[in-house]
């Protein structure tokens, strides 16, 4: 399976940015169904539109801090993929920070907060939260 997965994201035709009628992506759905694997693949494909969000407003960051597991994980991947991580869901009025916050998840919490004291207060201040890849262990 994973084979198939490799030739097909290698394609030049492909376009994992096309979203379904919720406004999910395929790297949206690789949270939701709980598939680390796919969702290694997936983020650093060149054509998925990074401030992506789907019709709820939601970025690829809050769905990482919504997952029901593994929210580090993805956090951490799509940040030290360039990901912005603290975009405002325009009809909650909540970033991922204080969508973290409000669910009392305190690793995302703390990772976010990390990455905002690692920045520059001219970049802190941007809506396009991108951290340096830098502060991503795992590279």
């Given at each position: 399976?994973?084979?198939g997965v490799d030739l097909i994201l290698k394609s030049s035709?492909?376009?994992v940015s096309v979203a379904d009628g919720n406004g999910f992506t395929v790297l949206i759905w690789s949270i939701k169904q709980k598939n680390p694997?796919?969702?290694d693949k997936l983020?650093?494909?060149p054509s998925v539109v990074r401030d992506h969000t789907d019709n709820e407003g939601n970025s690829y960051a809050h769905h990482a801090v919504l997952a029901e597991?593994?929210?580090v994980f993805y956090l951490e991947r799509l940040g030290a993929a360039g990901y912005p991580l603290n975009l405002t869901n325009e009809q909650t009025g909540r970033t991922p920070s204080t969508e973290a916050a409000s669910i009392n998840a305190t690793e995302c919490v703390h990772l976010l907060a990390t990455i905002?004291?690692?920045l520059s207060p001219s970049t802190r201040s941007t809506s396009l939260l991108?951290?340096?890849a830098s502060l991503f262990s795992f590279q």
């Open positions: 399976w994973s084979v035709q492909l376009d694997s796919l969702f983020v650093t494909h597991r593994s929210k905002c004291d690692e991108t951290p340096p």
